[in-house]
């Protein structure tokens, strides 16, 4: 074992009893996106603590980012924590075992600066809001990695690659306009906007035999109308869309916007609709550095799911894919420690809080 990873080592078995605190006090607080006030203050606290220069409300109110190191001196990396929590089943994607695994990486990589004197710049950086709010796209616009080399970060899930297939994504806000009338007594007088939305569904529903095995379109009707007595005037829809690359999410885009303006034509309606525009990229994955990832892993005795068994299997979107357009990153998976325990799940939400959620991190706080 080399130095710098001895230094990494010793100096994370030295707090692991206080890095699962950490977990557990983002576990038990579980907040929404951009609302992750009591994770961002126990985070930079620890941080802080540990003498790391911490700037709080960094950009947003609840990033941070902490520094060790000078500018000039080697190489700039940044470890990425995310902690917001899921509406009604908390962390049922784990993120407080992520803020911990990044926080504990930010401890080993600066013992191992230490130890050897080695010079770089370290920045454990906080992003709040990956479910659905685009947390990082605010620090990308804010230069928030001008000057980082590389970027990492790693997930629990159910299996362990270094190179997860994180699709692109994008979310459809979609109305059909119609005009309202007695449905009883006058319904030729009306426009139905619910006959739209059924209509819609039903051709991007009809789509999928034509799309890529790979493709992703799902969605609801978030408002079907007021009353069954009321042909509806206005009805609205919401969808993800997903594809492997930016590239093909502009075709499946292209392709589900014909499904649209074909039910408002065959109803009478019109549609108003857009591709908000803080979408997912795909992560777009560094090979040199996964595979020192691998290395470093598999000294460690990690054993990685098979190819064969990952073939196929999407681990949905992220907004670190859009890091990895910025500067060279990876965003490797790591299982969870319960068997056929899936991301999303009241399960997933029990075991990243439980001890066996806790067991799998000593190996993958040395991503670096």
């Keep these: 074992m080399t130095a710098m990873k001895e230094a990494a080592c010793v100096e994370i078995e030295k707090y692991t009893d206080d890095l699962n605190k950490l977990s557990q006090a983002i576990w038990e607080r579980p907040e929404l996106n951009f609302k992750e006030e009591n994770a961002h203050t126990v985070l930079t606290d620890f941080l802080e603590k540990h003498g790391f220069e911490v700037e709080r409300n960094y950009v947003l109110d609840t990033a941070f980012r902490a520094v060790f190191g000078k500018d000039g001196s080697g190489p700039h990396v940044a470890i990425l924590c995310e902690y917001d929590a899921l509406p009604e089943i908390g962390h049922a994607c784990g993120h407080n075992l992520i803020a911990e695994l990044g926080v504990a990486a930010g401890l080993g990589v600066k013992a191992a600066l230490e130890a050897t004197r080695t010079g770089g710049k370290l920045t454990v950086l906080g992003t709040p809001a990956e479910e659905g709010g685009g947390g990082k796209l605010d620090l990308i616009n804010a230069n928030a990695f001008e000057d980082v080399d590389i970027a990492m970060m790693a ?107 074909a039910a408002a034509s065959a109803t009478g309606c019109t549609a108003e609709f857009e591709f908000d525009g803080r979408g997912y990229s795909n992560v777009a994955t560094n090979k040199i550095l996964a595979n020192a990832f691998v290395a470093n892993a598999e000294s460690l005795g990690v054993e990685f799911t098979p190819p064969e068994q990952l073939a196929g299997l999407a681990m949905g979107s992220t907004d670190m894919g859009n890091v990895t357009y910025v500067v060279p990153g990876i965003h490797p998976m790591y299982y969870v420690g319960v068997k056929d325990c899936l991301n999303h799940t009241r399960e997933f939400t029990a075991a990243a809080g439980s001890l066996i959620g806790m067991k799998p991190m000593r190996a993958y706080n040395l991503i670096c």
Excluded at 171 to 185: P, V
Excluded at 231 to 260: F, G, M, Q, W
Aim: aromatic share 8%.
């Design 155 to 261: 997930h629990p899930s159910p299996c362990v690659t270094a190179f997860p297939s994180c699709l692109a994504v994008v979310t459809c806000n979609i109305k059909f306009h119609g005009k309202a009338s007695h449905a009883a007594g006058f319904p030729w007088k009306g426009i139905n906007a619910l006959d739209a939305a059924v209509l819609c569904y039903q051709n991007i529903s009809c789509l999928r035999q034509q799309m890529k095995p790979d493709w992703r379109v799902h969605g609801i009707i978030s408002n079907g109308g007021a009353k069954p007595n009321i042909i509806p005037e206005l009805t609205e829809l919401e969808y993800y869309l997903r594809a492997p690359t930016d590239a093909e999410l502009n075709v499946l885009k292209e392709k589900v916007s014909k499904c649209i303006e």
